[in-house]
């Protein structure tokens, strides 16, 4: 089956840095990944749509120079949180979708930051 | 934010039991999707619905998609331990990039 990597799952960092987080699609090749931010208890917020080749494109409220997106190859999209805060720790889980029918997405495991 | 109307948000049931949720949404999708999360985990993909009246099983699983729809159910019968989890229903719309999730439904299954 498809199976989409993250890396790091977790990562502590302290305020004022920056941290990138990476996702890869292991089998297959994505045009297109999306980028989620997951609170305690709730549900996934789509944050950012990734495309190959071209910007990304930010749902309203998501600060594209915070959150800096690049989606280099057809198999890896990564995700900078720059100048980290405290507010900004939470569960980063990316997606990957199919280039082909049916276009299915595969989540990748999520990644945990925390910031201190 | 939110389009989808996902109930209950946590369920408390005994082994054995059958369990049913479901989700509605103000406007139309072209595909819902149930997955299931397990704690600190992504989500995994259980079952897709891509025609309206559709009706589909995975094992104990079985998901329609509404004839309208605006809406979709997961049953899952004869509830296990390892059914313990979150469920999300997701919709999608035509052009694949727009997909939305429900709040969850926080399944606990009594041994």
């Known amino acids: ?116 | 934010g939110q389009q989808l109307n996902q109930s209950p948000q946590s369920m408390f049931i005994q082994e054995g039991e059958d369990v049913s949720m479901n989700c509605t949404s103000s406007s139309i999708f072209n595909t819902w999707l149930w997955y299931k999360q397990d704690p600190g985990e992504g989500p995994v993909l259980l079952i897709a619905l891509y025609k309206a009246g559709e009706l589909t099983s995975n094992g104990r699983l079985t998901a329609q998609f509404g004839i309208t729809r605006k809406d979709s159910f997961l049953n899952i019968s004869a509830s296990i331990p390892s059914d313990v989890g979150i469920y999300f229903c997701a919709g999608q719309r035509r052009n694949n990039n727009d997909m939305r999730f429900g709040a969850g439904t926080r399944l606990t299954v009594k041994p």
């Open chain 1, 1 to 116: 089956g498809a199976v989409v990597s993250q890396h790091p799952s977790r990562v502590i960092c302290k305020s004022g840095t920056s941290v990138k987080i990476e996702c890869r699609s292991l089998d297959f090749q994505a045009t297109t990944m999306f980028w989620y931010r997951q609170f305690p208890k709730q549900s996934l917020m789509l944050m950012a749509t990734s495309n190959e080749g071209s910007k990304a494109t930010y749902e309203q409220g998501v600060e594209k120079d915070k959150f800096l997106i690049n989606h280099a190859s057809l198999t890896l999209s990564t995700l900078t949180v720059t100048s980290a805060h405290p507010e900004d720790s939470s569960f980063y889980i990316c997606s990957a979708r199919e280039n082909r029918g049916p276009y299915e997405q595969y989540f990748g495991p999520g990644t945990r930051l925390t910031v201190t």
